[in-house]
């Protein structure tokens, strides 16, 4: 094996040929340059281990960083510096099959070159860190499942190109029972060239994301795992400054920042600016959210561009110390398929003894796909499976005051029996971890701030014509758009004819809430003050206080907001619950 065994020098000397030899035969990608001229400069060990927020790594103004790409070379051709793809009226059909069946415009990224160039998005700072020199070996592990050709192997050919070779111990794929044909036969002829570095393994049933990528950690053996989704293009220098955080201190989950890559044109732009700070948090019924990083974390760097604390992350792209993950059981193996597994990492591990930093040295991009092209297999729910996910997660982490404003949220799977939850609770005990109380008032407190918690349900369910058959539908409507609610018969299945009143006179549906609008009725995003203008009188009239009108059916499905007429049938209404179990 030409990897094992040489030294970074003969690979810096070698380095052009070391990547004209691993793409022979391969034309149609173009010979790769590694951009991480690793030349080190010898440094003393700069990690101080005696106080948590204490620098661990040394900015130098004006000296560039060690680990800091020499020759970064900007290519031309489409797409190149994350530039946008055009696709023309004649492909558009294809485009747009190829949308439905892998979430992305896979007619653009394959015009786009393996190796593309994309821009730097990081913050100037990130140029002159110094990092430790001694950092542990990283495996990267990229599950997938039916993904397209392009972007997956563009995929693997940015962390081959972006990291210092001698830190990039192996890529793991693993295959999750994918069903086309490209990822079969070519895709093993693909990582044969690769000599070793780059492994295949394959699922033999279907498995879902969260098993596969414990099976992934599982097949590593570097010191550090570092999960990617399977459409990322990593970025200069990123997996340095994970790999400084996890020297630091093993109980540290690093995260990268995402940076966004458009499902249909790819054009690779930053989300957050360099400089902006953001950090994950969720609202209470667990949808993933990010929030600018409070002050009060702010104030513990010196450097904008230091890792600071988060309380979760969205999921899919992170890296921690290989042994500490299984230590922590792993992923929950309860889990199933996709969803809420960010939230149990990342509850188990500051509530038993770790934290979350995200780095805003370290950034990755990522295709937000258009929609999810996948089912979720032969997996049977009566709940939805990330609900049935979410519920685990809550049952295992949360304290019962807290479990309350789940299930105030999600209240049609309150009671819903959760799979065995036995070991996990037995973990929690014999670590000593600790309540989810003192992870929101010392970690997440800005959770609350964002969300505060919900006041109790009123009532939950449809809302159905007292003497009729229509029920208010939001007909899959989005909060700001501004269209009005209708009244459609009544399907009993919840979705978009599932609401909320609370006993602080809001309505919401799901997350968002439903206020007036001219003379009809639509979604907003509902105000930080979790009250509303909501009344349903005994005798049926659904009062919006504020304005003194009341909701009404009219003939031809229409919801509109009327003056209150307490004999007028159109006016009167019931709340039904709706259980799918
Ligand atoms: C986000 C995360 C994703 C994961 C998910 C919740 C980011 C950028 N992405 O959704 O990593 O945490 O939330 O669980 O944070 N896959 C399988 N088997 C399956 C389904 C998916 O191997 O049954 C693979 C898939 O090919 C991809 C990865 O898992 O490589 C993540 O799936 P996704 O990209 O569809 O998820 P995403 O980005 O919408
Ligand atoms: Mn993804």
Redesign the pocket.
């Known amino acids: 094996d030409g990897q094992i065994g040489r030294t970074e020098k003969d690979f810096l000397s070698n380095q052009d040929k070391q990547n004209i030899h691993m793409y022979k035969g391969h034309s149609s990608l173009r010979p790769i340059k590694a951009p991480n001229g690793v030349d080190i400069v010898q440094e003393e060990d700069t990690i101080h281990k005696d106080h948590h927020y204490g620098p661990r790594q040394v900015m130098k103004p004006g000296e560039l960083g060690n680990f800091e790409p020499r020759d970064y070379k900007i290519h031309t051709g489409p797409g190149e510096g994350g530039q946008p793809i055009y696709t023309s009226m004649e492909e558009k059909m294809a485009a747009d099959r190829s949308l439905r069946e892998f979430?992305f415009n896979m007619i653009a990224s394959d015009k786009i070159a393996m190796d593309r160039t994309i821009p730097d998005t990081r913050m100037d700072e990130c140029k002159y860190w110094h990092y430790p020199e001694k950092l542990p070996t990283a495996s990267v592990i990229?599950?997938?499942?039916?993904?397209g050709w392009s972007t997956l192997v563009r995929t693997v050919h940015s962390v081959i190109n972006m990291s210092p070779p001698h830190l990039l111990h192996e890529v793991v794929m693993?295959d999750?029972f994918s069903s086309k044909v490209h990822l079969k036969q070519k895709l093993d002829d693909y990582v044969k060239q690769f000599d070793g570095k780059v492994k295949l393994y394959r699922n033999k049933e279907?498995?879902?994301?969260?098993r596969?990528?414990t099976l992934g950690a599982d097949y590593s053996t570097g010191d550090v795992i570092v999960?990617l989704?399977?459409?990322c293009e990593c970025n200069r220098n990123w997996l340095v400054p994970l790999l400084a955080r996890i020297a630091y201190d093993r109980t540290i989950l690093a995260v990268p920042f995402?940076d966004g890559i458009d499902w249909d044109n790819f054009r690779y732009s930053p989300v957050y600016q360099p400089g902006q700070l953001f950090r994950g948090i969720f609202e209470w019924g667990f949808l993933?959210k990010e929030n600018s990083v409070p002050q009060k974390e702010r104030n513990k760097h010196q450097y904008t561009s230091e890792p600071y604390w988060s309380p979760t992350?969205?999921?899919?792209?992170f890296a921690m110390d290989r042994k500490y993950f299984f230590e922590l059981g792993a992923y929950d193996p309860g889990l199933l398929?996709?969803?809420?597994?960010?939230f149990e990492l990342s509850f188990k591990i500051w509530q038993c003894g770790g934290s979350v930093e995200w780095v805003p040295c370290s950034r990755v991009g990522?295709v937000?796909?258009n929609s999810?092209p996948?089912g979720?297999?032969n997996v049977q729910s009566k709940i939805p499976i990330t609900l049935a996910n979410y519920m685990r997660v809550v049952e295992v982490w949360l304290d019962d005051e807290y479990k309350e404003y789940f299930y105030t949220r999600e209240p049609a799977v309150r009671g819903f029996p959760v799979s065995n939850i036995t070991k996990q609770l037995e973990f929690k005990k014999t670590h000593n971890c600790k309540s989810f109380k003192w992870f929101i008032e010392n970690i997440a407190y800005d959770v609350l701030e964002k969300f505060p918690y919900p006041p109790r349900n009123r009532a939950w369910g449809e809302i159905k014509q007292k003497h009729g058959t229509m029920c208010w539908d939001t007909k899959g409507q989005r909060a700001g758009g501004g269209g009005y609610l209708d009244v459609t018969p009544c399907h009993h299945l919840g979705g978009n004819q599932m609401f909320r009143l609370n006993v602080a006179g809001q309505m919401a549906v799901g997350e968002r809430c439903i206020e007036k609008s001219g003379e009809g009725v639509t979604i907003v995003f509902c105000p930080v003050d979790p009250s509303g203008p909501w009344e349903l009188a005994d005798n049926g009239l659904l009062h919006h206080t504020k304005s003194g009108t009341c909701a009404e059916a009219t003939g031809q499905g229409k919801l509109l907001m009327r003056p209150c007429v307490a004999s007028k049938e159109s006016q009167k209404w019931e709340i039904n619950e709706i259980r799918t179990w």
């Open positions: 979430g990229i599950v997938f499942h039916n993904e693993v999750d279907r498995l879902g994301l969260i596969t990528r999960f989704d399977a459409h995402i993933y992350h969205a999921g899919g792209l398929i996709w969803g809420g597994e960010n990522h937000y796909r999810m996948y979720f297999g």
